[in-house]
Structures are given as C-alpha cells and as structure tokens.
C-alpha cells in the first residue's frame, strides 16, 4: 500500500511539474506575483500595516503574507483571477454591509487583482480583528 501512494506522488508531481518554493519573506511572495495584483497587494499590505501595531510582525503562514501580533491575525494573498483578504468569519460577518458587491465566502474576501479593497475599509476590519483577539485573551 505505501509502495503505490509514493509512486502516485512521484507520478503526480511529474504531471504537474516542479512545486513552486514557498516564499521565505512577504517581499519574496510579491515579487513572485504579476502585475497588476503585485501592485494591488501592495496597496493592501501598506493599509494593513498601518492598523497594526508597532510591536507586529509580517510572515508567511500557510503559504501566503500573514500579519502576526500576539498570534495570526489576517492573510492576504494573489490568485489567477482574483487577490483575497483573509480576515476571519467574524470580521466578514460584521463587516457584510460593506462588502456588498464583493465575493466572500465564510472566512475571505475576493476582490479583482487590479482593484485593491479600499484603504479605510481594510483598516477598519484589522482593528476589527485586533479588538476580537483582544477580548477573546481576556476570558
């Protein structure tokens, strides 16, 4: 039985061609993303990083740009057809009237890979997640 599921994923991986490497910084993820959802996610990124506190840090967490503080906060990440943000079900939930228009599914936010979510909107959903993280260290 294990004989046949290596030479699957030997097989597989032929098929597909080489894994891309899983970038080490956000700026080596960006650098891989085409424009103009490089440029996209940059702008994201900038809003992002000005909610967040000093003492944050940016990583890359399953795969994609996360902003770390005191734990996961948000992802964010580019598509073939879309970028998304990552900020929680909670967030997405709260934040439904102004994301009418927008793709979302239980815990993201697709929006076109030439047209960032704007600046105060994802501002106002980070610091919505850092007060749901705050009160839920609390209990």
Same mark, same amino acid.
């Given at each position: ?85 990552? &900020?929680? +079900?909670? /967030?997405? !939930?709260?934040?439904?009237?102004? $994301? ?5 599914? *239980? ?10 979510? &704007?600046? +105060?909107? /994802?501002? !106002?959903?980070?610091?919505?997640? $850092? ?5 839920? *260290?609390?209990?």
């Amino acid at each position: 039985m294990k004989k046949a599921k290596s030479s699957a994923r030997r097989s597989s991986a032929k098929a597909g061609g080489a894994p891309k490497p899983t970038p080490k910084t956000v700026d080596d993820y960006l650098a891989g993303v085409p424009e103009p959802a490089r440029s996209t996610l940059q702008r994201v990124r900038s809003a992002i990083r000005s909610a967040m506190p000093a003492e944050a840090t940016e990583a890359i967490s399953y795969g994609i740009p996360a902003f770390k503080h005191k734990g996961p906060l948000v992802w964010f990440a580019a598509f073939s057809s879309h970028c998304s943000l990552f &900020p929680g +079900a909670s /967030v997405i !939930k709260a934040f439904r009237n102004e $994301l009418r228009g927008l793709e979302t599914s *239980k815990g993201t936010i697709h929006f076109p890979v030439d047209k960032p979510l &704007p600046a +105060a909107l /994802v501002k !106002k959903m980070v610091k919505a997640r $850092l007060a749901e993280k705050a009160r839920k *260290k609390q209990r």
